[in-house]
C-alpha cells in the first residue's frame, strides 16, 4: 500500500467519523439523495457510507438500514481478469423496495432487487433477488420463513408477555409519535417492570428433546 493509498483511506474514515457526527439516522438520506442514491420518505437509516456508487442504490419508503450494513455496487474481484482486460470493472444497481428491513452487519451484493415487506437477518450475504414478503438468513442468505408468519409471531408473544394494557397509552398515535414515547424513559422503565414481572420462558420444548424444523418454519 502505498502513501497516497494510506492517506486516502485516511481522510475516508474520518469523513465517515464526522457525517456520523452531522447527521441522524433520519437526515443521512439527505446526504446519500445529494450523492445521487435514490430514497423514499419515512427511513431509519443507521449507516454514514452507503456505496462507492451511491448513485446505483434505490431505497423505497420505510426501510430500516441497520448499523454495518454494507452494499457492494462493484465486483472487485474482477481485477483477476486485468492483466488480460487491464479495463474489465462490474457494476450492479441495488434496489430496496418499500417497508423492508435490513439487519447489522448484512451484506448486499450488486444486481439485487429486495422485494417490499422483506427482512434480511443479520449478517446475511444476499446473493440473489429476494422475493416480496420474505425473511432471508445466512450466507448465503435463503428463505426461512415470511414476513405474515413472523407477524403472527409477534403479535402472539405482545400478547402473551402482558404488553398489551400499553395499547390505550399508544392508540391514535403514528409510528414516528409511538417510537418517541416507547422509548421516553418513563415507558421504558414500565415496560422493563412489565417484562420482568412477566412470565419469559424459552421457546423450546420443556422435559422433551427438541425436534428439528424444516428451514421455511423456523420463524
Not at 423492508?100 to 448484512?106: E, L, M, R, S, V
Not at 432487487?113 to 440473489?128: E, H, Q, Y
Not at 416480496?132 to 413472523?150: D, F, L
Not at 417510537?179 to 415496560?191: D, K, N, V, Y
Request: aromatic share 8%; hydrophobic share 40%.
Amino acid at each position: 500500500m502505498n502513501l497516497w493509498t494510506s492517506a486516502g483511506r485516511f481522510r475516508e474514515r474520518w469523513r465517515v467519523i464526522l457525517d456520523g457526527l452531522r447527521y441522524s439516522d433520519i437526515t443521512i438520506a439527505e446526504k446519500f439523495r445529494r450523492e445521487g442514491a435514490k430514497i423514499g420518505k419515512n427511513c431509519f437509516i443507521q449507516i454514514r457510507k452507503l456505496a462507492s456508487e451511491p448513485y446505483l442504490v434505490e431505497i423505497g419508503d420505510c426501510v430500516s438500514i441497520a448499523s454495518g450494513v454494507t452494499f457492494l455496487t462493484h465486483d472487485g474481484a474482477s481485477v483477476i481478469f486485468r492483466e488480460e482486460y487491464p479495463y474489465l470493472r462490474y457494476f450492479g444497481r441495488i434496489i430496496v423496495e418499500d417497508n423492508c428491513f435490513i439487519g447489522n452487519g448484512a451484506i448486499i451484493m450488486s444486481g439485487i432487487r429486495i422485494g417490499r415487506n422483506s427482512i434480511i437477518g443479520a449478517n446475511s450475504v444476499v446473493i440473489t433477488d429476494v422475493k416480496e414478503g420474505s425473511i432471508m438468513m445466512g450466507n448465503p442468505a435463503v428463505r426461512i420463513s415470511t414476513t405474515e408468519k413472523y407477524r403472527a409471531r409477534c403479535l402472539e408473544e405482545w400478547s402473551r408477555q402482558g404488553l398489551e394494557k400499553f395499547e390505550t397509552q399508544l392508540a391514535g398515535k403514528d409510528k414516528v409519535e409511538t417510537q418517541r414515547i416507547m422509548m421516553s424513559p418513563e415507558f421504558r422503565e414500565a415496560l422493563k417492570e412489565t417484562l420482568l414481572a412477566g412470565d419469559l420462558p424459552p421457546r423450546a420444548r420443556e422435559n422433551k428433546r427438541a425436534e428439528p424444523v424444516k428451514p421455511a418454519e423456523a420463524l
